[in-house]
């Protein structure tokens, strides 16, 4: 069974960090570009970053430019979302999501498998 899982969520201080991690199983991540979206309360999902399937091209939302970094090890079937610099307006659901192929867009609606989420809170 295909199944993505998102972990390394909490609480921390505005200014602090905190990386994500999405690990797949029932799968190989190689050929598929992965991205990372997020949620508020009473607002639509947005796109937050994304690497392709052979990690050569990034996209960022320019909300987390400068503040996180994606990255990904295949050989571990996992993608990392490093978020420094945290804001409150950071505060959200962090959902990791697959596509096959290399576009690296930030629309959701083109990712097929979705993992169940993590929540981050960045608040004093």
């Known amino acids: 069974q295909l199944q993505l899982v998102e972990s390394g969520g909490g609480l921390v201080q505005p200014g602090g960090s905190l990386r994500l991690s999405c690990a797949a199983s029932?799968?190989?991540?190689?050929?598929?570009?992965i991205g990372w979206f997020r949620q508020a309360p009473g607002k639509e999902r947005e796109g937050v970053s994304c690497?392709?399937?052979?990690?050569?091209?990034?996209n960022y939302a320019e909300s987390v430019k400068g503040r996180f970094t994606i990255s990904r090890d295949n050989a571990k079937n996992t993608v990392y979302l490093q978020m420094n610099s945290l804001k409150p307006e950071d505060t959200a659901i962090y959902y990791c999501?697959?596509?096959?192929?290399?576009?690296?867009?930030?629309?959701?609606?083109?990712?097929?498998?979705w993992g169940q989420g993590t929540q981050v809170t960045a608040s004093s």
């Open positions: 999501a697959a596509r096959a192929g290399g576009i690296t867009s930030l629309w959701p609606g083109l990712y097929d498998y």
């Open positions: 029932g799968f190989t991540l190689d050929y598929y570009t």
């Open positions: 690497i392709s399937s052979s990690a050569g091209r990034t």
